[in-house]
């Protein structure tokens, strides 16, 4: 136990000097350095385009890259996958999704991520929407008690706030 506080102490007083010296705010840049990296600011472009762009690559890079490295492993079959190595699938991998990046428009990266956004949305609020409505139909499998009464009542309650909450949002936005 007195291993413990020594070390404790120890290290309380060797972070002294660091914090007098302004370490704070030397991992304050740094964590703001991470974050720019992270926005894509170190490029000199900002926006959910320029980030869209790298997952796209990243995305076409492992299909294409693992299509390759599995039907060319596939010794009994000979298909045209066969002819590269590991080395040499990477390469083409990697040329594709380049070539995907820079030749994909802009719009059809912003329609995309507009699709997909939208079903993302109408799944997300419409789920809860149809679970509750198809709880309210077919919950009490026998005869109704005041307890599932006042389960309806709270269910109805939930539903009106989600879509009025909608309703409100979809004013707003």
């Not at 083409?92 to 070539?99: E, G, L, N, P, T």
Request: aromatic share 10%.
């Amino acid at each position: 136990m007195k291993n413990k506080w020594l070390m404790c102490s120890l290290l309380l007083l060797l972070t002294i000097p660091f914090a007098a010296a302004g370490f704070m705010d030397t991992v304050g840049s740094v964590w703001q350095k991470i974050l720019s990296v992270g926005s894509l600011n170190f490029l000199g472009v900002s926006g959910v385009l320029p980030l869209t762009r790298i997952l796209i690559g990243v995305f076409v890079f492992t299909v294409v890259f693992a299509t390759i490295t599995v039907l060319g492993g596939q010794a009994r079959n000979q298909t045209p996958f066969n002819l590269f190595n590991r080395a040499q699938a990477m390469v083409v991998a990697a040329v594709i999704a380049i070539i995907t990046v820079i030749f994909l428009p802009a719009e059809v990266l912003l329609a995309t991520g507009t699709g997909w956004a939208t079903a993302v949305a109408l799944l997300l609020i419409g789920g809860p929407i149809v679970g509750l409505g198809y709880l309210l139909v077919t919950y009490p499998e026998g005869e109704e008690t005041k307890g599932t009464v006042l389960i309806k009542l709270v269910l109805c309650m939930l539903l009106f706030w989600i879509l009025s909450a909608m309703k409100n949002a979809a004013v707003i936005g």
